[in-house]
């Protein structure tokens, strides 16, 4: 089991070899009988050269996963065949065969399958993003739709928004005037954390705020973890590190009890809150629910509602100071519509095609999560091959979303490419599109909060556009992406100096 984590965790390639050749006598007594039986008369996907035992794990041994992985299928293809030990991985490169298989078999692999900590309220068995596609999952959407997320739930919270975006100004105002450096990440994190803590509780975290942030990037540094947990599943999964899940589990259970005790004691519940402490008083008898069950979702959602926009706030201010003339055509848009007077507003966003386009296209080279991972329920066929029942599927949504035959110079930050004057307006297109740009997931199990983040980043990036020039270190901001995680994130701080473009402060309507 320690050999084993050794080389998930790329760090003892010594390992790797002694177990190469061990394989080599063990492997027709282990899995080759296996794998023969399960997969007879099937044709399966094409597959990489692999090695015994450990199968195509020697082909994914680094930092990046998601660029490993494109680089295996530039080699061999977009539709492969994969094995880690004796687990069948199928892995989808391409805008196309994503297309065809969401269309067909999106209830097929509607589920994830993912080991759990059992007791944990972080990737516990509690948990929204662990729950099978069933009962609980559907009963948690619709909730979430109605009560936080959707279109009337959205509308209902635009002034948490609003004063939390005022506030985000007017701190980067007092950074202006006193000539300092700000790191966009990090102002980006206090505006999206405290819209989303109001947002699901009803109020803020006040005091625990810093706790919270750090529990936020050490869950961040950990994700890696969990891809290898939910491929390996047990026992080289949950296991491998059950410590440091249940030191993070008990710290963000203490932030969150604490929170909803005040919430209960002062009757401050969000309309979210309140629902769900209502099911789990089983006042409502559409599904009983426990405690634990509102701390798991809140947790999931804080993490997702959270870090995913707050990278994409910074990826999309990278991409923006790398492309002086976009810049200058967003802000050219964004002082033609919006009244020299007043500050940016959610209600804006419709009329600005152009910062629609340029954090579109942010999201579609920087993906917040750059890999799918589903598993098939049944068997089925994909593109005349078969794929066996219980195969995990890994949807390389970073490759799929820079697809030559899809998208025109798909390296290239182009924000032009989703501005509706260059793209056909036929029905059956937009359908395809849709599947085929699929930055937060796709189907049933895609992200529910797309349409907040598309909030929450659009109205950031507009105040910093609107409101400030920045004064960057050197030519070029690096893109470098952090190693080891399972979000795309950058590796080197973004600060610069925001510089006031009017000296009498904007207004805020909400």
């Known amino acids: 089991m320690a050999a ?6 790329f760090q003892n390639s010594s390992i790797c070899i002694l177990l190469c050749l061990f394989s ?25 050269p692999s090695l015994p035992i450990i199968g195509h794990l020697h082909l994914l041994l680094s930092p990046i996963i998601h660029k490993s992985l494109q680089k295996l299928s530039s080699k061999h293809g977009p539709l492969l065949y994969l094995r880690l030990f004796n687990v069948p991985i199928i892995l989808v490169s391409s805008a196309s065969i994503a297309y ?12 994830r399958n993912l080991p759990t900590n059992e007791g944990s309220i972080f990737f516990g068995s509690s948990g929204f993003i662990t729950q099978p596609y069933g009962g609980y999952f559907k009963f948690v959407k619709k909730i979430v739709t109605t009560k936080l997320l959707g279109p009337q739930a959205l509308e209902r919270s635009r002034g948490i928004r ?33 819209s989303m803590c109001k947002m699901l509780l009803g109020k803020g975290f006040s005091e625990d705020q810093e706790k919270v942030r750090g529990l936020l990037d050490e869950t961040d540094l950990m994700s890696m973890k969990f891809f290898v947990a939910a491929i390996l599943r047990k026992p080289l999964g949950i296991s491998l590190f059950e410590k440091d899940l249940a030191s993070i589990s008990h710290r963000y259970d203490e932030v969150l009890e604490k929170s909803l005790l005040e919430c209960e004691q002062h009757n401050q519940s969000s309309d979210m809150l309140t629902v769900l402490l209502e099911a789990c008083q089983g006042k409502t008898g ?24 707050t990278n994409t706030i910074k990826w999309t201010m990278a991409e923006i100071f790398n492309n002086p003339k976009i810049l200058g055509r967003l802000r050219e848009e964004i002082d033609s519509v919006i009244e020299k007077t007043r500050l940016i507003q959610e209600t804006d966003l419709p009329n600005l095609p152009y910062l629609q386009a340029v954090v579109k296209e942010a999201l579609r080279l920087h993906p917040p999560a750059p890999l799918i991972l589903r598993n098939f ?6 593109k005349g091959f078969d794929v066996l029942e219980k195969t995990t599927l890994v ?5 799929v979303m820079r697809d030559p035959d899809i998208w025109e110079d798909p390296k290239e930050f182009k924000p032009e490419r989703f501005l509706p ?23 049933r199990r895609g992200c529910p909060g797309s349409n907040l983040s598309y909030l929450s980043v659009g109205t950031a990036i507009g105040v910093m556009v609107q409101c400030f020039d920045w004064k960057i270190e050197g030519d070029k901001i690096n893109m470098e992406e952090v190693p080891r995680t399972m979000t795309l994130t950058m590796a080197h701080p973004l600060k610069c100096t925001p510089i006031l473009r009017n000296v009498k402060p904007l207004l805020s309507i909400v």
Not at 163 to 171: G, M, S
Not at 395 to 399: F, G, L, Q
Request: aromatic share 14%; glycine share 4%.
């Open 24 to 48: 080599f006598l063990c492997y027709s007594f282990f899995f080759l009988k296996k794998r023969n039986n399960s997969g007879q008369g099937c044709v399966l996907p094409p597959s990489p």
């Open 162 to 194: 609003a004063d939390e975006a005022n506030r985000f100004y007017l701190n980067l105002i007092d950074k202006a005037t006193k000539n300092e450096s700000v790191e966009i990440a990090e102002e980006a994190m206090k505006l999206i954390s405290n």
């Open 4 to 9: 084993a984590w050794f080389i998930v965790d």
């Open 377 to 382: 329920r049944e068997a089925c066929k994909v």
């Open 421 to 443: 004057s260059s793209r056909s307006f036929q029905e059956d297109e937009i359908k395809e599109e849709i599947l085929k740009y699929i930055p937060f997931g796709i189907g």
């Open 395 to 399: 949807v390389n949504i970073y490759d």
């Open 286 to 309: 559409e599904y009983k629910i426990t405690r634990n069950h509102i701390k798991s979702l809140f947790v999931d959602f804080f993490i997702a509602g959270t870090n995913n926009p």
């Open 100 to 111: 065809e298989l969401f269309k067909t078999q999106d209830e097929n692999v509607s589920t």
